[in-house]
């Protein structure tokens, strides 16, 4: 299977995995999504900060784009505060989930659906904020993905990520049980960067990086949260 990256993070990705077709990848989150939707969130704390750091950033006036939206949890939360949020992912398993969850508590703001977001992702800068929660190191193509969400966005908008940064974890882990995990269909294929590596190919799509966080509760927290703006 092909190495997937681009030159400038060939280096830093030692996970060979990441280019599996997308039909394999879906068919990965569509085959956990229940598992998925009935996990508790591990820091809660360190989630209920991101969403409300979030939605200071969010206004009623704004057209809100989520890629990789699982089964809708954060999309549900946040499409309130926005004029309208389409809430998107590759799985048609977290869609369908996503959907109940949303027939159960209509929001007039919210539509999900399926869409793939290393493939081209709405009209070209037709939104005010793209949202990609824990699923940016999923990508095929990282700067790909991310030359689409940067297209996306409207001039001055903004892109607001949580990232985790598989680089930035115990090596053992990294580069030893995910390995054996992948090998046994128990974690998809992921992309190996870490924060700095991801803010580099933010810029490298001419967003500006506004802030990078971290908002975990709990012990060394590897996901980055960074908000990076599109220049006009
Ligand atoms: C770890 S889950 C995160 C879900 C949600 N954003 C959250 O924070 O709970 C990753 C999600 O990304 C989706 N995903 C993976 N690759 C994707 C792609 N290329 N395009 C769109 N969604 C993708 C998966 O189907 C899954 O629902």
Known sequence: MPTPTT???ADALPCPE???SLARKARFWDRIAPRYAAEPIADMAGYEATLQRVQALLSS???VLEVGCGTGSTALRLAPFTRRMLATDVSAGMIAMARERLAAQPLPQLRFAVADADAPVG???AYDRVLAFSMLHLVADLDQALQRLAQALRPGGLLISKTPCVAEMNPLISRVAL???RATGKVPP???FDAQQL???IARQGLEIVSVERHGTRGKDIRAFIVARKPG
């Open 18 to 20: 990441a280019s599996a």
């Open 61 to 63: 006036g704004h057209e």
């Open 190 to 192: 992921v992309l190996c």
């Open 123 to 125: 009209g070209p800068g």
């Open 179 to 181: 390995p054996l995990m």
């Open 7 to 9: 030159a400038p993070l």
């Open 199 to 201: 803010q580099s190919a």
